[in-house]
């Protein structure tokens, strides 16, 4: 049996600079901004400091896909770190990196350690990389070249490699093997959806790398869909969006519907009529996106980075690793939920958080939920909360899941959320003032089931009142919801509610003035946003029921005070 080496160079190249350590993941989308290098995760240990120039040793990434566009927009602008060191499976930054010096020219080397050699790594001072070698402090490891793949192809794959179908496929194909490489996968599997990640706007590299490519003539093999974008693509001139970010971020939008991709623009694509059915491949970025379609749906996908899901939809074929594989997608840790009674909506968003700090590295089953009859949308929720702390792309939810009773992978351990734990998140995620100027739905995008129930809510709320004109309430949602609405009634009684419904982009991907300018404090029911929110925004964010943010709505105040099913 061969030994696995101490430190193995996944990216080559030379590198030196000061040590950043953290043991806590850290997203580089809505965590770092790529403008000034620096970390904006409130929530994170190294917040506010910069990375730029760094050695950056972490255990793993973890969050949205879009961290691989960060990336290489740092790289490409001379503000990202020196080098990545990794003691796990890292796909999304490395990604990025791989990006950089395959059509850029532009290399950052990236590193995995053992376990053992991370703990022992110095937690400041300097490191320095060379082909040979690694160091930093006193410890100095030998590095292993990049592993080379037996790739087992098919023949078509090697006439995609020779340029068969095009410089952008062979481009694509040879970004997916260099992928599959690391990943330690022997060959390639056929997929029959795709989902981008990559047409927001979260830096000018996510345009450069989209109009390269599609000038290559890229277009897709496989019905392909789009996540929200950062613009209301046919309005956002009317909406006062400045020239500056608005014209790149259609033309980002633009670049991929010419490669062939529909331009649905929702960040939630299971709720379209496209939606994969249980046990079918598919290659979706968008992290809730894949939580959900593995966990709740039963379809395969791994978390694919950004670039590399157009990669995959160029050539319809992925590498065949992690949860395409069943026995990757067994529970690694049992956590035990101590349910309380009579929980409302907010109460599935703070246990995705909180499941996702309980397993930031590990698939978990979620044990004590059942009796709580999660709907569709009470998982959603829970599924994008999930991501916001957690690096894996799925979870099982004992009796509700479709695949809980796969049995656990030898070695799976335990793990306990208690009403103490769920009292602390509560007020981590409260932390803003009382008085609330905004009402944020809809991340992700809301669904159907959604609109009506706050259009319910506010009807009933509103008898013989009238609602702050003070409070702005915003709901996105994807076209499909929005025309849905339309037909039914809801999105009249949420306009006649003084509820603004936007299409296209969605609240992790929207900028001023469409976000009010004026607004100091935020009330929203996503455990996402009201993670990435503070970071994105700079304002205050609040996570509350459904009943809470019409209550914000109404009084533009709402209560600092613990849910009924945590203080009881």
């Known amino acids: 049996m061969t030994t696995a080496p101490a430190a193995r160079a996944i990216l080559s190249g030379a590198a030196q600079g000061p040590v950043i350590k953290t043991h806590e993941a850290l997203s580089f989308w809505g965590g770092v901004d790529p403008a000034t290098g620096c970390v904006i995760d409130v929530h994170h240990p190294l917040h506010r400091t910069g990375l730029t120039g760094s050695i950056l040793m972490m255990r793993s990434s973890r969050g949205s896909c879009t961290g691989s566009g960060v990336l290489l927009d740092m790289i490409l602008t001379g503000r990202g770190p020196a080098a990545l060191v990794f003691s796990e499976a890292e796909d999304v930054l490395t990604l990025g990196a791989l990006v950089a010096a395959e059509m ?117 093999r496989v019905p392909t ?55 079918e491949t598919i290659a979706w970025a968008e992290s809730n996106a894949v939580i959900f379609a593995n966990s709740v749906l039963g379809a395969r996908t791994t978390k694919h980075p950004d670039f590399l899901d157009l990669c995959i939809a160029l050539t319809g074929r992925a590498p065949e690793s992690g949860v395409y594989l ?88 335990t793990a306990r959320i208690s009403l103490a734990e769920m009292e602390e998140a509560w007020r981590l995620l409260n932390g803003g003032p009382e008085e609330i100027e905004l009402v944020a739905i809809g991340s992700p995008h809301a669904s159907i089931d959604e609109c009506r129930a706050l259009a319910d809510a506010l009807t009933t709320a509103l008898e013989g009142r009238r609602r702050r004109p003070d409070v702005a309430v915003i709901v996105t949602a994807g076209q499909q919801v929005i025309d849905d609405a339309h037909q039914d009634g809801t999105l009249s009684r949420l306009r006649d509610a003084g509820v603004q419904v936007l299409p296209d982009l969605c609240w992790c991907s929207i900028s001023e003035p469409v976000f009010p300018t004026r607004t100091r404090a935020v009330m929203t029911n996503s455990g996402k946003y009201a993670h990435y929110g503070p970071g994105l925004s700079g304002r205050a964010v609040r996570l509350g029921s459904l009943a809470d943010c019409v209550e914000a709505s109404i009084k533009g105040r709402v209560a600092a005070r613990l849910p009924q099913w945590v203080s009881s």
């Open 326 to 413: 069943e026995e990757n997608r067994r529970p690694q840790r049992v956590i035990e939920v101590e349910m309380p009674e009579m929980v409302d909506d907010a109460f599935w968003p703070l246990i995705g958080y909180l499941a996702g700090k309980k397993a930031p590295d590990r698939i978990p089953l979620l044990r004590g939920l059942e009796n709580g009859k999660p709907s569709r949308d009470d998982l959603k929720a829970l599924c994008a909360a999930f991501g916001t702390t957690s690096a894996v792309p799925m979870l099982h939810i004992e009796c509700v899941t479709p695949e809980a009773d796969l049995p656990s992978a030898i070695g799976a351990d």
């Open 225 to 279: 869909t789009m996540n929200a974008i950062s613009v209301d693509h046919a309005n956002w001139k009317a909406q006062g969006v400045p020239n500056a970010f608005g014209a790149p971020a259609a033309r980002l939008a633009d670049a991929y519907v010419r490669m062939g991709c529909k331009p649905t623009f929702t960040c939630s694509p299971y709720l379209l009529e496209s939606a994969p059915k249980n046990g």
């Open 104 to 220: 850029f020219g532009k290399p950052l080397p990236v590193i995995r350690v053992s376990a053992e050699v991370f703990e022992a790594l110095p937690e400041c001072g300097s490191a320095a990389i060379t082909g040979e070698a690694f160091r930093a402090g006193s410890q100095h490891i030998p590095l292993a070249p990049p592993a080379i793949g037996a790739l087992d192809l098919t023949s078509f794959d090697l006439a995609m490699l020779a340029g068969s179908e095009g410089p952008a496929a062979r481009l694509a194909m040879r970004i997916i093997c260099a992928m599959a490489a690391q990943q330690g996968a022997t060959r390639l599997v056929d997929v029959t959806q795709g989902h981008i990640d990559g047409c927001i706007y979260a830096s000018p590299a996510n345009l450069t790398f989209a109009e390269k490519i599609a000038d290559m003539g890229a277009r897709v």
